[in-house]
């Protein structure tokens, strides 16, 4: 059996819809996917030890002028790359909002990013973040893939694999000996290593140079992704004393853990994993945590946990599938986890095909880390659709949402967030807030103490309702009213 390997998603459609001049591949066609070179065998974050996550975000109200989640890694060995990656994420929000002033856009301008290791040995780490831009007209989509070198502590360019400015043109004159045979629509000629043509550069397992062009780079923007694969033997000479050891890394042992298993979805499960509190007939309340896991989630872990309070966490998939060892403490100390898509992009901007594929992936690799199907949908920034309904119904999702939101995304201190959602939360409440900020967490224990004192119990989303039990594709806002079936 060929050994199980994490693959980029794009880069298989960028194969299906471009691999041959660029129609798109039939859908009545049975389509084989052969080896292909500049796929990189991405490394399973949940096997890098000292691996935690980071998330800039911003949008989640009716009233935000654009949606945006940042993601990436902080790795406990490579403080120069975290730093790197930290102002990278700075820099790309800044920006984000510069170009994105005009209030009342619909749908909102988008920014997404996201991560893979592209190498993770004691030779060098990368870390590839995808940039995702909605203005108005689709994604656009950009990689970077940023480098670590840990004999000499730096955090470089993916440039630094080669081995000085003289070696750009001549791998440039190799990019375009791959991409001949790509079709007339691929602009060979542009390529000539100047500028950042070159900030996103990977091996793949054989040791080849992966070279990857940002959407609309070197040909029309449908064309998506483009990417070649310089052979080892040919890049070889134009290598750094860096770049020779990055590439042995990733020819070394397999450092990918084992493909995760997945259990058959069961919907009763999860969903119905209730206390035993009765919402029906005690004052109920269902803290709802999103975003996470993040670097702030254990410690919110201790203080529920301490209070003896349970809680619903709707985990984004790539940080879960980050952090599994989270999700499992989150599971085995009574709380409930849920679904927050794999990216965390605006699902009711998607076709249904993606929609299904964040969610699908997300559960998953919740079904990994804790042996049991998640059966609620966080939809990111709240944002429906009927395509989400349907995928939801035909995946066996309830969708929820809230009715008191702890804006603890607007700032302000844990004193602030803790006043202003005690004021408002009334009973069968469900409460938004975001286990990756660090005043969100200083709160929860003023919240909880408040609220038990006004004669609170805090359980998990289901328990609300009890033994009417949530349905697949309703939506749920709070225990206090009816779910919707529809937008
Ligand atoms: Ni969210």
Redesign the pocket.
């Known amino acids: 059996m060929p050994k199980p390997r994490f693959f980029s998603g794009i880069a298989l459609l960028a194969l299906l819809a471009g691999g041959c001049g660029l129609a798109g591949a039939s859908p009545e066609r049975d389509v084989v996917v052969p080896a292909e070179p500049t796929l990189i065998d991405f490394v399973d974050p949940a096997t890098v030890t000292g691996l935690s996550t980071r998330t800039l975000?911003e949008g989640?109200s009716s009233t935000s002028v654009r949606y945006a989640?940042i993601k990436y890694p902080e790795l406990a060995d490579a403080p120069a790359l975290n730093r790197a990656l930290a102002e990278q994420a700075r820099r790309q929000l800044r920006d984000f909002r510069e170009r994105t002033r005009r209030r009342g856009v619909r749908p909102r301008p988008e920014l997404n990013v996201d991560w893979q290791l592209a190498a993770a040995s004691s030779q060098a780490i990368a870390v590839r973040l995808r940039t995702g831009e909605f203005l108005g007209a689709g994604w656009g989509n950009s990689t970077r893939t940023l480098w670590f070198d840990p004999r000499e502590g730096k955090a470089v360019g993916s440039t630094e694999l080669l081995n000085g400015p003289e070696a750009l043109p001549r791998l440039a004159a190799l990019v375009r000996e791959q991409l001949e045979g790509r079709g007339a629509q691929v602009e060979q000629d542009v390529v000539t290593g100047g500028g950042d043509e070159f900030d996103s550069m990977a091996f793949n397992h054989s040791g080849d140079l992966v070279v990857e062009f940002d959407d609309c780079q070197i040909g029309p923007c449908p064309l998506g992704r483009i990417a070649v694969a310089v052979p080892a033997g040919q890049v070889a000479p134009l290598l750094s004393a860096f770049g020779r050891r990055a590439q042995e890394g990733v020819q070394g042992d397999d450092v990918s853990g084992p493909f995760p298993h997945v259990p058959a979805h069961s919907p009763a499960a999860a969903s119905n994993k209730a206390g035993t509190v009765d919402c029906a007939k005690v004052k109920c309340v269902a803290l709802t945590f999103?975003?996470g896991p993040g670097p702030h989630t254990g410690r919110l872990l201790d203080v529920l946990r301490k209070e003896r309070a349970r809680a619903t966490f709707?985990t984004?998939g790539s940080s879960a599938a980050a952090q599994p060892e989270l999700l499992r403490r989150m599971s085995s100390e009574g709380h409930l986890v849920g679904n927050?898509?794999w990216a965390?992009r605006d699902l009711s901007k998607q076709p249904t095909s993606r929609i299904a594929d964040e969610l699908g992936r997300t559960e998953a690799a919740v079904a990994a880390a804790i042996g049991q199907s998640p059966t609620l949908v966080?939809p990111?920034?709240?944002a429906v659709s009927r395509d989400l309904y349907d995928v939801a119904r035909t995946m066996g999702f309830a969708l929820v949402t809230w009715d008191v939101d702890s804006r603890d995304l607007e700032g302000g201190k844990g004193a602030d967030i803790a006043a202003r959602t005690v004021r408002e939360t009334h009973p069968g409440a469900i409460i938004l807030m975001?286990d990756i900020h660090r005043e969100t967490v200083d709160a929860v224990p003023d919240i909880l103490k408040r609220l038990r004192g006004k004669g609170y119990s805090f359980v998990t989303v289901p328990e609300l309702y009890g033994p009417a039990h949530m349905q697949a594709g309703h939506l749920y806002r709070s225990g206090a009213s009816r779910p919707v079936s529809s937008p």
Do not use: I, K, Q
Request: hydrophobic letters at 15%.
């Open positions: 975000t989640n989640y999103e975003d709707f984004v927050h898509s965390h966080r990111p920034y709240g975001h």
